[in-house]
């Protein structure tokens, strides 16, 4: 099945399936193509309602069989800058180009995004996230599911139950949360909180900001340019604190300066000078 809409503008486009695949294209076209193909397409309803383009697939009760007879694959080509949102069962999710908003919940897929836009929220039960680009606010949740981020712009939350997370870099006021999984940002210059209960924390590089770590038994690493001033307030009960900072003094008004709090219970806390 293929449908074809004219979208001189960026649209919006809604998916609702139960298993399968959805790949989202956005690119410098007026129009929008959406193809499904899958054992019970006829049953799929694709239409435009006012400004949305929807596609919903069947909802069946009862025991479904194991195999990939009802998984379908939906495959939108659409505007740059258009809006997404999705409600699937297990299936996956890529999306390639820039979007805007996007709206991902999803119980058991992956969701790979390349670029997308302003109040971006993305859930899903036990899938993998992995997005090169958010240039507006950004909340991800993952039950066990790791998180891979690029380029984070803007307010950023990202919560697992167990999964890794991992943000390259974070240019905005950043929340990062995992039951037991390791969280690492790679560099920052804004206010950061990472939270774990077993898991490793890591900021490789902060040249301005805070960082307030806190884990039970992970350790806790903080990297610091030479010749920023630090203050820090850092503990752990069983573990070592090291650190070979050395003292830049008190920062001047509008001088850049870093504030490390950071506690362990059983865990070692580092502190580097890079």
């Known amino acids: 099945m293929r449908r074809t809409f004219d979208t001189p503008a960026p649209t919006s486009v809604y998916v609702e399936i139960g298993t399968g695949r959805v790949a989202v294209h956005a690119t410098p076209t007026e129009t929008t193509e959406?193809?499904?193909?899958?054992?019970?397409?006829?049953?799929?309803?694709v239409e435009q309602q006012g400004d949305q383009i929807v596609v919903i697939g069947p909802r069946r009760a009862g025991f479904l069989p194991f195999g990939n007879d009802n998984d379908l694959v939906v495959t939108v080509t659409l505007p740059l800058d258009s809006e997404l949102s999705t409600?699937?069962?297990?299936?996956?999710?890529?999306?390639?180009?820039?979007?805007?908003?996007?709206?991902?919940?999803?119980?058991?897929?992956?969701?790979?995004?390349?670029?997308?836009?302003?109040?971006?929220v993305v859930q899903t039960g036990s899938g993998d996230v992995r997005l090169d680009t958010a240039r507006g606010d950004l909340r991800v949740k993952t039950g066990s599911?790791?998180?891979?981020?690029?380029?984070?712009?803007?307010?950023?939350?990202?919560?697992?139950?167990?999964?890794?997370?991992?943000?390259?870099?974070?240019?905005?006021?950043?929340?990062?949360?995992?039951?037991?999984?390791?969280?690492?940002?790679?560099?920052?210059?804004?206010?950061?909180?990472?939270?774990?209960g077993s898991g490793d924390l890591e900021v490789v590089s902060i040249s301005r900001g805070s960082v307030k770590a806190k884990t039970a038994s992970g350790d806790v690493a903080v990297g610091v340019p030479a010749g920023v001033p630090v203050w820090t307030d850092v503990s752990t009960v069983t573990g070592d604190v090291s650190s070979n900072?050395?003292?830049?003094?008190?920062?001047?008004?509008?001088?850049?300066?870093?504030?490390?709090?950071?506690?362990?219970?059983?865990?070692?806390?580092?502190?580097?000078?890079?």
């Open 145 to 196: 599911g790791s998180t891979q981020l690029g380029l984070v712009t803007a307010s950023t939350v990202v919560v697992s139950g167990s999964g890794r997370i991992v943000i390259d870099s974070a240019a905005g006021e950043t929340v990062a949360k995992s039951g037991s999984g390791d969280v690492r940002i790679g560099s920052t210059d804004h206010h950061v909180s990472m939270t774990s």
């Open 87 to 120: 409600k699937l069962g297990s299936a996956d999710v890529r999306a390639s180009g820039r979007l805007g908003a996007v709206r991902v919940k999803c119980g058991s897929g992956d969701v790979s995004l390349d670029e997308v836009g302003q109040d971006t």
């Open 245 to 274: 900072l050395e003292g830049a003094g008190r920062p001047e008004d509008g001088q850049d300066h870093v504030e490390i709090r950071a506690t362990s219970v059983s865990g070692d806390v580092v502190l580097t000078q890079l």
């Open 34 to 45: 959406v193809e499904v193909e899958g054992r019970h397409t006829d049953d799929v309803t």
